[in-house]
C-alpha cells in the first residue's frame, strides 16, 4: 500500500525502532507510547485488520506478541501488560494496516481501563449469544 505508513517502515523507508522481525510478522516502538517499550506488531503483508488478517497470520501475530510481552515482563520490569487491536476508526483504529499494541503497565502509571456501561437487563445476555452465535 502506497501511502501506509506501516509498509513504509516495513520496507526501510521511514525509520522505527525495531525490536523483532521474523518472516511474517514485524515488532518496533510505538513512536507515541503509553509507557517505554510500547511494541507494535504488525503483519509484514498489508490488512486492514482483523477481518482482513487470515487466520494463519493473526496466529503468527500472537506469537510475536507473546513472545514480546515475555521480554517486556522481563527487560523493563513490567508490573502488568495490555494486549490491545484496535479495529476500526469506532474502536480507536487511526493507522490502517492490522497491529497489536503490546503495552507495559506500571503500578499507578495513571492509565486506566474500560469501565463496564451497565449490567445487563433481563434476557440481554441471551440475545446477544444468539447473535454472536449464529454468525459463527
Ligand atoms: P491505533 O490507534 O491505530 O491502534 O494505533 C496506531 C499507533 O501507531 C498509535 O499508537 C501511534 O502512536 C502509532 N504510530 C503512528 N504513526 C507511527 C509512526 O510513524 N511510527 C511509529 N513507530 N508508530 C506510529
Ligand atoms: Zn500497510
Not at 527487560?75 to 502488568?80: E, Q, Y
Not at 499494541?101 to 481501563?113: C, E
Request: aromatic share 6%; glycine share 8%; net charge positive.
Amino acid at each position: 500500500m502506497d501511502n501506509c505508513i506501516f509498509c513504509k517502515i516495513i520496507k526501510g523507508e521511514i525509520p522505527a525502532h525495531k525490536v523483532y522481525e521474523d518472516k511474517t510478522t514485524l515488532a518496533f516502538l510505538d513512536i507515541s507510547p503509553v509507557n517505554i517499550g510500547h511494541t507494535l506488531v504488525i503483519p509484514k503483508e498489508h490488512y486492514i485488520n482483523i477481518y482482513e488478517t487470515p487466520e494463519n497470520i493473526m496466529m503468527d501475530m500472537m506469537k510475536t506478541v507473546k513472545k514480546i510481552s515475555h521480554a517486556i515482563k522481563k527487560g523493563l520490569d513490567a508490573d502488568g501488560i495490555n494486549v490491545a487491536m484496535n479495529n476500526e476508526g469506532a474502536a480507536g483504529q487511526v493507522v490502517f494496516h492490522s497491529h497489536i499494541h503490546v503495552i507495559p503497565r506500571i503500578k499507578n502509571d495513571g492509565f486506566g481501563l474500560w469501565h463496564g456501561k451497565r449490567p445487563y437487563k433481563k434476557g440481554e445476555e441471551e440475545m446477544a449469544v444468539k447473535k454472536i452465535t449464529q454468525k459463527l
